[in-house]
């Protein structure tokens, strides 16, 4: 089984001097290659975005001329080749997940600047700081697909709870032998952690409600 979800980043950024701008703080940062490789994508939008379309059209290439789908670890490869040989003009982290009947399950980290790593679990993304020694400590071999989705959704909570670019939704996607499955959990069903508050009415929904003092319940 491989579990991929979205670490750090998990919303589109448009960067701009001298900070960055959150535009979308539910984006979708998981994107299929293909039917059972997936990956996980950090820092700029817009890179990540190119590098996963080149992937995908190259990918779909090989399937056509193999007559079978690409393995996990070329997918991870086409990614690690076009991070590495445009590294001085990209933003990019990459997590490659997927299962084939090569080598089963498997994850491949590419961070920036190009490099592949072969790893039981990876993470990356702004978030990704807060979260090695709760990894190193409850990460364990064999998890149960329940489980390791519960700990997925549990880390990810934590990193949006202590890191402001991250966003406000964990998305996951399962993948092994039987198929793919996709989670979405909202913000409102998180766990809350150190002195989170609980969630409260948006301006816009008091707005909404036609308050006549928006900024007063």
């Known amino acids: 089984m491989s579990l991929c979800a979205q670490f750090g980043f998990g919303m589109s950024l448009v960067f701009c001097k001298p900070g960055m701008y959150v535009a979308n703080r539910a984006s979708d940062k998981i994107t299929q290659l293909t039917d059972k490789v997936?990956?996980?994508r950090s820092g700029s939008a817009a890179d990540t975005q190119v590098i996963s379309d080149y992937v995908r059209y190259f990918l779909h290439q090989h399937t056509i001329q193999l007559g079978q789908e690409a393995t996990v670890?070329?997918?991870a490869?086409?990614?690690?080749?076009?991070?590495?040989q445009?590294?001085?003009?990209?933003?990019a982290g990459m997590i490659i997940g997927g299962w084939d009947?090569?080598?089963g399950g498997q994850i491949f980290s590419v961070p920036l600047g190009g490099t592949i790593l072969n790893q039981p679990f990876a993470i990356g993304g702004s978030g990704s700081s807060y979260l090695y020694g709760l990894m190193d400590h409850e990460w364990r071999e064999g998890m149960s697909q329940e489980d390791a989705e519960k700990f997925v959704v549990k880390v990810v909570s934590l990193a949006m709870a202590r890191d402001g670019a991250s966003g406000g939704v964990v998305r996951t996607v399962t993948i092994n032998k039987a198929g793919v499955k996709r989670n979405f959990y909202p913000g409102d069903k998180l766990p809350l952690w150190h002195e989170e508050m609980e969630p409260q009415s948006s301006?816009?929904?008091i707005l909404a409600a036609g308050s006549p003092d928006p900024m007063v319940q």
């Open 38 to 40: 997936y990956v996980c």
């Open 73 to 75: 670890k070329v997918a």
């Open 77 to 84: 490869n086409l990614i690690r080749l076009l991070a590495y």
């Open 86 to 91: 445009n590294k001085n003009m990209l933003q």
């Open 101 to 103: 009947k090569y080598e």
């Open 203 to 205: 301006l816009l929904d």
